[in-house]
């Protein structure tokens, strides 16, 4: 079955330094992911649409310039917080596919901790 | 009208009952509904899905249950196990099918009691 894993699985970074988080498809081509984020306790948001040699597609209210995404092959696209703070403090899941017919799968998430 | 409405927020449930979640959406451009199963600190799941022109899928325990006209939809997971103890999101694609864009309900937390 596809399989999508997440690097790393949590993260603790300072106030202000960047950090990226991976998200690679294992066993096929991915050319959509997605990104979401997820609060504790509360549902997950999607945050951008990353496709294969495009720019990304932010959603509405997500920073471009702090989320930079970066989808440089078919089987990994990397997510970067860029300046981070406390407030970015949340569980990053990703998610790829092949497209309509043929599903999509989460990652297993990162938990990203801003001190 | 991109929202997607999820309760119960919290479910408690005996072993072997059935867990009933419900869902409900504004927006008939929405074209997929999955279900998914979180585990803490675990990405999401996918459990079972429906088409709009369905109005019932039923696989082993999980069934979602359709309704066009009402724009709601429901998950019932038969014979409760502890096992099944998790959060549970209902979700709904806009555009054709499966785009994998999803927006999610707010979440239900199950317990399933021995």
């Known amino acids: 079955g596809a399989v999508v894993s997440q690097h790393p699985s949590w993260v603790i970074c300072k106030s202000g330094t960047s950090v990226k988080i991976e998200c690679r498809s294992l066993?096929?081509?991915?050319?959509?992911m997605f990104w979401y984020r997820q609060f504790p306790k509360q549902s997950l948001m999607l945050m951008a649409t990353?496709?294969?040699?495009?720019?990304?597609?932010?959603e509405q209210g997500v920073e471009k310039d702090k989320f930079l995404i970066n989808h440089a092959s078919l089987t990994l696209s990397t997510l970067t917080v860029t300046s981070a703070h406390p407030e970015d403090s949340s569980f990053y899941i990703c998610s790829a596919g092949q497209g309509e017919g043929y599903g999509y799968t989460f990652g297993s998430g990162t938990r990203l901790t801003v001190v | 009208q991109q929202q997607v409405k999820q309760s119960p927020q919290s479910l408690i449930v005996q072993k072997g009952g059935i867990s009933i979640i419900n869902c409900a959406y504004e927006?008939?451009?929405?074209?997929?509904f999955p279900w998914y199963q979180q585990f803490p600190g675990k990405g999401p799941a996918l459990l079972i899905a429906i088409r709009p022109d369905v109005s019932e899928k039923k696989e082993g325990r999980f069934t979602i249950s359709f309704n066009k006209s009402a724009k709601q939809f429901s998950l019932h997971i038969m014979d409760s196990q502890p096992g099944d103890s998790a959060t549970y999101f209902c979700?709904?694609?806009?555009?054709?099918?499966?785009?994998?864009?999803?927006?999610f309900g707010q979440g239900t937390t199950l317990q399933v009691k021995p």
């Open positions: 066993d096929f081509q991915a050319t959509t």
């Open positions: 927006n008939t451009a929405f074209d997929y």
């Open positions: 979700a709904a694609s806009p555009g054709s099918g499966n785009t994998g864009k999803l927006i």
């Open positions: 990353s496709n294969e040699g495009s720019k990304a597609t932010y």
